[in-house]
């Protein structure tokens, strides 16, 4: 099946500080989506995007769909500690019923 | 708003046990979707159902089973439970023709011991 790179695998940074990830496929996207998960919770939709090059805000967080279309990019500005998860990026995983497949996640640590 | 539920949220059971994970959205959409989760592996898809009584295979659907009998409820069935099938199972749910934008449920941990 497609594979998504996402990287890093994990960080630990001070509150304040700002934080990017990214996500790169092997084959053309024409989405992307960026979800959180909370310890011991679902997945939630933070960033949906459609379009090559397009930006999309959502509070301090701030997501890019690359120009190639193969890859992806998260930024968070000002961490704070509830911003403390998983995030994982993700795009259709294949031609039927809008299966998606996941990157492997970024594990984001925000020390007060 | 958008809600999909899980039946429990924790669940222990022994090797050899028949287990039964239900799934409820009340978003009346067509799609559903269990995946599995384990540390540094992602979201691996079970199975998916795309309407009532219709379903496929994941990547992983060895050792599980499905059953969509109702648009809203969809069960994740593992017929004779093993401790490899130990993980986060995670239920989602998609509106055909809405973008591959999946919601998910909070989770259920299952332990095989």
């Known amino acids: 099946g497609q594979q998504l790179n996402q990287s890093p695998q994990s960080m630990f940074i001070q509150e304040g500080e700002d934080v990017s990830m990214n996500c790169t496929s092997s084959s053309i996207f024409n989405t992307w989506l960026w979800y959180k998960q909370d310890p011991g919770e679902g997945p939630v939709l933070l960033i949906a995007l459609y379009k090559a090059g397009e930006l999309t805000s959502n509070g301090r967080l701030t997501a890019q769909f690359g120009i190639t279309r193969k890859d992806s990019f998260l930024n968070i500005s000002a961490s704070i500690p509830s911003d403390v998860g998983i995030y994982f990026c993700a795009g259709p995983g294949g031609t039927s019923y809008g299966k998606l497949t996941f990157g492997q996640g970024t594990i984001l640590t925000v020390h007060p | 708003d958008v809600k999909v539920t899980q039946s429990s949220r924790y669940l222990v059971k022994r090797t050899g046990e028949k287990v039964f994970l239900e799934c409820v959205q009340d978003?009346?959409?067509?799609?559903m979707f269990w995946y599995r989760q384990d540390p540094g592996l992602g979201l691996r898809l079970i199975y998916f159902?795309?309407?009532?009584?219709?379903?496929e295979k994941g990547d992983i659907p060895e050792g599980y089973s499905v059953s969509r009998e109702k648009k809203e409820r969809f069960s994740l069935i593992l017929e004779s439970a093993s401790t490899n099938q130990t993980s986060m199972y995670l239920c989602?749910?998609?509106?055909?023709?809405?973008?591959?934008?999946?919601?998910f449920g909070p989770g259920t941990r299952l332990t095989v011991t």
């Open positions: 989602a749910s998609r509106r055909t023709g809405g973008g591959y934008e999946q919601y």
């Open positions: 159902s795309y309407d009532v009584k219709m379903k």
């Open positions: 978003m009346d959409h067509e799609n």
